[in-house]
């Protein structure tokens, strides 16, 4: 018998429904929650408000577009942790209601998990074990993948995330949250070696991102005056407007060459101390062009496979929550109904 799941992601701004059957993606309905660009970024209470407006038509559209009755579906999966507490309980009580009304079985996935397995969304699939980078607005991981359960972090940020590097520099920039995809579309026309950001020097698998945003602080105070990338001079914020108007293509393309190159000289280290020639990228900030190019690149240089979810399942969906539950179902691993959702959440 086929197995269908109904999937509900709800853990940050994004509300989102899916269905799957088999391991196959039916439908992945995504509603952005435009209201928050007005406030640099994302705001919990607003947040929690919209999705308690879009989840019903979100998961009336993902169920139509597959062309699936609520009768029909197996299990109901939802995004368990981490994220906003307010938004995650509102996907998480609307799949609880619904699998206690259809009587049918609930399946908790964790965030983090979901990103990871996106990739085996499409064909074809890395082979187990794999090494996935999993770079979000809240997260930066290596994870070691033995199978769709067994997941380790072996590598992570020891203060902020890629997606808080991309989003912070686009803000000292002076770019709308979220600045990562504009900083995307500006390196493109820009050359990445104007402007040499320093690299952090952090033991092991771990990165570290707050020394970029600092020296880029600093840089964009001298108003390009100094390649120092200290404290040295503090132009007027006429001066500093000119100089990020008249260079922001390089200005965008350094900075992402910086984070690019932080990221793969650590899944390198990785790939190379673990002998894993199967490398994954996912995650919001897999999305970028940069990334996706340079993660490719790497492959082909060093005779490993490489492999990127589609574009729509690397930002939040609900088709990564699907793929993870219906893995979930077939080992039996359900939830009941005291389950809560949590904020924060280990492996
Ligand atoms: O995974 P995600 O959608 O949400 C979290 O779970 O955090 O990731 C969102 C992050 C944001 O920081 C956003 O700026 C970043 O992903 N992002 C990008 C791009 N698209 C999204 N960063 C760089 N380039 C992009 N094209
Ligand atoms: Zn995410």
Known sequence: MPVTVLAIESSCDETSAAVCTDGRILSNFIANQKVHERYGGVVPELASRAHIQNIVPVVQAALQTANCELSTVDAIAFTQSPGLIGSLLVGSEFAKSLSLSLNKPLIAVHHMQAHVLANLIADPKPRFPFLCLTVSGGHTQIVRCESPSQLTVIGETIDDAAGEAFDKSAKLLGLPYPGGPLIDKYAQQGYPKRFRFPEPQIPGLNFSFSGLKTSILYFLQNAGRSNQFKEEFTATEEEKKKFIEENIADICASIQDRIISILLNKLKKAAVQTDIKDLCLAGGVSANSGLRKA?????????????????????????MIAITGYYKYLEGDFADLSVSASARASW
Do not use: V
């Open 295 to 319: 993660f490719t690149q790497m492959g082909e240089q060093n005779g490993w496979n490489t492999f990127i979810p589609a574009f729509e399942y690397c930002t939040d969906n609900a088709a």
